[in-house]
């Protein structure tokens, strides 16, 4: 690696070399991946404009992020209205936001753009870091932003559909209807009420939320 004088014109104390007996301590550097001098592997990989010396992950640079990213290269796509690097199983298959990587994280409020943890893409198009999203689904299946359902519930609505069914409500709920909002579909409908939960009549979601007062039908009172 090439040496060159400090900025005061003054070469720095000798302090013992670092990397190769060429390298002193005290001076300034002109990056490079190997020493000018003997040819000493400073990183097995290292990006000219980052500037990052590192060991091989087959990392590659990414113009549009702005950053070097763990891949290898061949396994991820840039998705530009998402201003992000994805896994290539993504690439028309998952919904966009612009910009959406420049938010962060909503569960531990990090950074999700230059992490190093990987990025879970949900339905509704938010991002989270892929460990968050893994702790998250311990407690609920919400996204926390937009409470749209986080994966495919349609297993889980199907059985809910059988408890319903072999759970009937004391008579004098047995013709109560509730207006609900569906965060799966953002759909209205009213619904007969159900302690268990209100399915939308338009997408047979369960994530749905009462959005008025109940009643009773009027031949029924």
């Given at each position: 690696?090439?040496?060159?004088?400090?900025?005061?014109?003054?070469?720095?104390?000798?302090?013992?070399?670092?990397?190769?007996?060429?390298?002193?301590?005290?001076?300034?550097?002109?990056?490079?991946?190997?020493?000018?001098e003997?040819?000493?592997?400073?990183?097995?990989?290292?990006?000219?404009?980052?500037?990052?010396?590192?060991?091989d992950?087959?990392?590659?640079?990414?113009?549009?992020?702005?950053?070097?990213?763990?891949?290898?290269?061949?396994?991820?796509?840039?998705?530009?209205?998402?201003?992000?690097?994805?896994?290539?199983?993504?690439?028309?298959?998952?919904?966009c936001?612009?910009?959406?990587?420049?938010?962060?994280?909503?569960?531990?409020?990090?950074?999700?753009?230059?992490?190093?943890?990987?990025?879970?893409?949900?339905?509704?198009?938010?991002?989270?870091?892929?460990?968050?999203?893994?702790?998250?689904?311990?407690?609920?299946?919400?996204?926390?932003?937009?409470?749209?359902?986080?994966?495919?519930?349609?297993?889980?609505?199907?059985?809910?559909?059988?408890?319903?069914?072999?759970?009937?409500?004391?008579?004098?709920?047995?013709?109560?209807?509730?207006?609900?909002?569906?965060?799966?579909?953002?759909?209205?409908?009213?619904?007969?009420?159900?302690?268990?939960g209100?399915?939308?009549?338009?997408?047979?979601?369960?994530?749905?939320?009462?959005?008025?007062?109940?009643?009773?039908?009027l031949?029924?009172?």
């Amino acid at each position: 690696m090439a040496a060159t004088s400090r900025e005061d014109g003054v070469r720095g104390p000798e302090r013992g070399p670092r990397g190769c007996e060429h390298y002193d301590r005290g001076c300034l550097l002109k990056a490079q991946q190997t020493c000018e001098e003997c040819s000493t592997l400073f990183g097995e990989y290292y990006c000219s404009i980052c500037h990052l010396f590192d060991k091989d992950k087959k990392q590659y640079h990414c113009e549009n992020c702005g950053i070097c990213r763990i891949g290898p290269k061949e396994d991820f796509f840039h998705c530009l209205k998402c201003n992000l690097c994805l896994a290539m199983n993504l690439q028309g298959k998952h919904k966009c936001i612009e910009n959406v990587s420049r938010q962060n994280c909503p569960i531990c409020l990090e950074d999700i753009h230059t992490s190093r943890v990987v990025a879970h893409v949900l339905p509704c198009g938010h991002l989270l870091h892929r460990t968050c999203y893994e702790e998250m689904l311990k407690e609920g299946y919400r996204c926390p932003l937009c409470m749209h359902s986080a994966l495919d519930m349609t297993r889980y609505w199907r059985q809910l559909d059988v408890e319903v069914a072999q759970t009937p409500m004391p008579s004098e709920y047995q013709n109560m209807t509730v207006d609900i909002l569906c965060n799966d579909c953002n759909g209205r409908s009213t619904v007969q009420f159900h302690i268990l939960g209100m399915k939308c009549t338009i997408c047979e979601s369960y994530n749905t939320a009462q959005a008025g007062g109940r009643r009773i039908s009027l031949d029924q009172q």
